[in-house]
């Protein structure tokens, strides 16, 4: 017996978005983030909020990598499997 599958609307999006303009804007939105983030970083900061900054330049370096690198069948070529297929 298969494991139901739980998509999140932001990969039904992905999956929807035929010609790569959402991943995109994601990842350039995601770039802007880091960009701030790092000039945060730059700032004098508290330890704790120091190392806050770390994480979360690194979880958003992740999500752009993700995107990067994830098998979008709009953008890679394959067919789109609707979520009630199996």
Do not use: F
Not at 2 to 28: C, T, Y
Not at 33 to 61: D, F, H, K
């Amino acid at each position: 017996m298969r494991a139901p599958v739980v998509m999140l609307d932001l990969e039904e999006k992905l999956l929807a978005d035929r010609d790569g303009s959402l991943r995109r804007k994601l990842i350039g939105d995601l770039h802007e983030l880091q960009q701030r983030l790092q000039g945060e970083l730059r700032q004098m900061n508290s330890r704790s909020r120091y190392l806050e900054l770390q994480g979360a330049i690194r979880a958003v370096t992740a999500a752009v990598q993700v995107l990067q690198t994830l098998n979008v069948p709009a953008v890679s070529g394959q067919p789109v499997k609707s979520k009630n297929s199996k």
